[in-house]
T-cell receptor, first 116, second 113 residues
Framework: AQTVTQSQPEMSVQEAETVTLSCTYD???????LFWYKQPPSRQMILVIR????KQQNATENRFSVNFQKAAKSFSLKISDSQLGDAAMYFC?????????????WGAGTKLIIKP | EAQVTQNPRYLITVTGKKLTVTCSQN?????MSWYRQDPGLGLRQIYY???????DKGDVPEGYKVSRKEKRNFPLILESPSPNQTSLYFC????????????FGSGTRLTVV
């Protein structure tokens, strides 16, 4: 069974600086998708960025980028120029491209604190 | 606007009183799913549906029912709620084989006393 691990329960960063959130996963599959979701205090789950495993190029969305290392099964999220609005829980998630359930497998989350 | 509409946002009920949390999506998604989120346990899947009239159990289905009579709607039913079902619930939808992640509803905070 696939698992997703986020080893940092909490991270803090000074406003305008860069922070990297870690995520590792375990799978025997070769075709899958990886996601980072943000959950602010409003509790809404918001998709931040996604990566397709067959693509070597790292995904980028404005200030958010990932470092996808398929062989190492690592999928870290880098947030550049951190803003107060980035404060939230961040969840890493895995989705098989083949499984009959198509469910997302979730990490435990990292709480990101932005210091003004 | 493409969205998943989940109601109510907050609900306090008593043990044993049947309740339904509604979920509706306007994106013609085949796949819909219910999750519960509890501190320290992350998000756990309750039930999912691959299409109309096709539903199946997730990881924590006990005490819950679902139905998928129409593609857009996927209600979650608690026939006899108990305090251990106090949680934050999310409905989500997606294309069946798409590379996109889920689109989530805004969540329902349920308290069973």
């Amino acid at each position: 069974a696939q698992t997703v691990t986020q080893s940092q329960p909490e991270m803090s960063v000074q406003e305008a600086e860069t922070v990297t959130l870690s995520c590792t996963y375990d799978t025997s599959e070769s075709d899958y998708y990886l996601f980072w979701y943000k959950q602010p205090p409003s509790r809404q789950m918001i998709l931040v960025i996604r990566q397709e495993a067959y693509k070597q190029q790292n995904a980028t969305e404005n200030r958010f980028s990932v470092n996808f290392q398929k062989a190492a099964k690592s999928f870290s999220l880098k947030i550049s120029d951190s803003q107060l609005g980035d404060a939230a829980m961040y969840f890493c998630a895995y989705r098989s491209a083949q499984a009959s359930n198509y469910q997302l497998i979730w990490g435990a989350g990292t709480k990101l604190i932005i210091k003004p | 606007e493409a969205q998943v509409t989940q109601n109510p946002r907050y609900l306090i009920t008593v043990t044993g009183k049947k309740l339904t949390v509604t979920c509706s999506q306007n994106m013609n998604h085949e796949y819909m799913s219910w999750y519960r989120q509890d501190p320290g346990l992350g998000l756990r899947q309750i039930y999912y549906s691959m299409n109309v009239e096709v539903t199946d159990k997730g990881d924590v289905p006990e005490g819950y029912k679902v139905s998928r009579k129409e593609k857009r709607n996927f209600p979650l039913i608690l026939e006899s709620p108990s305090p251990n079902q106090t949680s934050l619930y999310f409905c989500a939808s997606s294309l069946l084989r798409g590379k996109d992640g889920y689109t989530f509803g805004s969540g329902t905070r349920l308290t069973v006393v």
